[in-house]
Every structure is written in structure tokens, then in C-alpha cells.
């Protein structure tokens, strides 16, 4: 007889996936296409600081790049989905 809890699909741990809010900060600010050393700098912290926020990121949605964790993020419902990325309220 199986453990209550331990036949678990992938869906189901995807579901558990939980992104801290300076990591949905870093995403967001990534989505709206600055690179890694703007959104340091917009967060006064290093780039080094991004990259590791980036990195645990990666493992959390089990993907390998910006795209695939945007993608995800957005699916996982971690992320608002921004059909206007780069360009905030007002800019014309």
C-alpha cells in the first residue's frame, strides 16, 4: 500500500511551486525586458545578486533560460501575464 502523498504527478508538484517576492520582483523586472544588470540596478543590489535570484528561479520551475521561466512563471500563474512587455503605463 502507497504512502498518502508520495504517488505525486508532475502537475500536482508544479502546483507547490513558490517564488519568493524578491524573485517574482526579479522576474517581473526581466519580463519587462531589462537585462540582468538593469534590474540590479533598479533593485540597488548587484548583478551577481539577479543572477543568483535567477539561478534558484531556474531550479524552482525546473527550466534553463529567461524565455522558459517567463513562459512558466506566467502559466504557473506566478507572474501577472504583461502583454506589453517593455513598455509600462504612459510611455508612448
Known sequence: ???P??????EDSS???RLTPTE???LSLIAQ????????DRMVVSKRTVDFHLANIYQKLQVNNRVQALRAATRLG??????F????????
Open 33 to 40: 525586458g531589462h537585462s540582468s544588470q538593469e534590474a540590479a
Open 85 to 92: 512587455f517593455g513598455h509600462t503605463q504612459g510611455d508612448s
Open 15 to 17: 502546483r507547490g511551486v
Open 24 to 26: 517574482v520582483k526579479v
Open 1 to 3: 500500500m502507497a504512502m
Open 5 to 10: 502523498g508520495t504517488s505525486r504527478s508532475s
Open 78 to 83: 506566478l507572474i501577472p501575464f504583461e502583454p
